[in-house]
């Protein structure tokens, strides 16, 4: 995107700390100046560059010719009927949509997270792929999604997953570098425990995450079918990484995640519910020493799928607990806004600005 002038634009969110550092420095500022700038942009819920008033107005200046302050901006916002999730509508400045989702469930206020604007892996049951990919989202912009809700809700975000559009590790430097933002202390300082990435089981990069040490970071893999032949069925990845594969990747990984390793299974009325699916999957889970989370599966336009009554979800978690396996049901918020796990989508998205 360029701006008027005919300069690319930059943001702020998208520069390393070592370049901004650089940059205070050649504009005869000492490096102090850059801690109270990220201050200013991670605590303080600024809006706008003459806020920071303890940086002199020189440099402040210079900054607001060069960078810009938020890289996407917010159109609407959905709240759901009890109010226990609101999602987010974001522009980029290139005109495409972004969709975050706060989820609120007592003290925890849970914020999910977009890497990606569309996806490459066309899940069967999900919204986010069947309008293609787009591209990957910059740091700035998922970045930016947390200060924009964050500053918007006015509430303290406990808790990040990386569970909204697109897959996480398919964009895997930008999400790097964003989740070292999160948990720097002149950044976000969230603890790593709190962070969560969904991932539908993209090996080499799994691996290359447990090489690079975030092992604090739970992981979730999106296993949704027990047996390959029904994976394939609603996950194309499954012809590219086989269960086999994956699982003896995660058993590899195993021991760095320790117990931080989750299992996603949306459970689909008569497709993966049958006791021969819970016993699959027991067996799985144990192998990889993880719990589950069990979702029920929230309809989604042109899927065949049905969604199971929550006595399904009751009695398929029976069977996976016979089997000593760790289950939880994760009920969806916000499936009347659309927000809930595999609604968000690219298709039909209004542009009405929001009221603030
Ligand atoms: S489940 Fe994840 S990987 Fe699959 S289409 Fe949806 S966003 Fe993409």
Redesign the pocket.
């Known amino acids: 995107m360029k701006k008027k002038s005919g300069k690319k634009e930059v943001f702020i969110n998208d520069l390393e700390r070592q370049w901004l550092d650089s940059y205070v420095a050649r504009h005869g500022e000492k490096l102090f100046r850059v801690r109270q700038i990220f201050k200013w942009v991670f605590n303080k819920n600024v809006s706008n560059w003459d806020e920071m008033i303890n940086i002199p107005k020189g440099l402040r200046d210079e900054m607001k010719k060069d960078f810009l302050l938020f890289s996407l901006k917010l159109c609407n916002k959905y709240a759901s009927n009890n109010n226990d999730a609101t999602k987010y509508l974001f522009r980029t400045n290139d005109g495409h949509f972004v969709e975050t989702v706060l989820i609120k469930v007592g003290k925890r206020k849970t914020i999910c997270i977009s890497t990606?604007i569309?996806?490459?892996?066309?899940?069967s049951?999900?919204?986010?792929?069947?309008s293609g990919f787009v591209r990957d989202l910059s740091c700035a912009e998922i970045i930016d999604q947390f200060l924009l809700v964050r500053n918007d809700s006015h509430m303290r975000i406990t808790n990040i997953v990386f569970?909204?559009?697109?897959?996480p590790f398919?964009n895997y430097d930008n999400l790097i570098k964003t989740i070292k933002t999160f948990m720097a202390d002149w950044g976000l300082a969230i603890g790593a425990r709190r962070i969560t990435i969904?991932?539908?089981g993209l090996i080499p990069q799994i691996e290359r995450f447990a090489r690079e040490g975030f092992s604090q970071i739970k992981l979730s893999i999106?296993l949704?079918a027990a047996f390959e032949g029904k994976r394939k069925q609603i996950?194309p990845?499954a012809h590219t990484y086989s269960l086999s594969e994956l699982i003896s990747t995660l058993r590899k990984v195993r021991d760095r995640f320790r117990r931080n390793i989750t299992i996603e299974y949306i459970l689909m009325k008569n497709f993966n519910d049958y006791d021969e699916d819970a016993r699959a999957l027991a067996a799985i889970a144990k192998q990889i020493k993880a719990k589950v989370n069990l979702i029920g599966y929230n309809a989604v336009n042109d899927c065949k799928f049905v969604a199971p009554s929550k006595n399904d979800l009751i009695q398929f978690r029976k069977k996976l607990e016979r089997e000593k396996v760790q289950t939880t049901i994760r009920y969806s918020a916000g499936s009347d806004i659309t927000a809930a796990?595999?609604q968000?989508s690219l298709i039909n998205k209004s542009t009405t600005v929001a009221k603030r």
Do not use: P, R, W, Y
Not at 163 to 167: I, N, Q, R, S
């Open positions: 990606q569309g996806c490459k892996f066309n899940c049951f999900c919204a986010s792929g069947k569970m909204g559009m697109g897959e398919d969904s991932t539908v999106s949704h996950m990845i796990c595999g968000l």
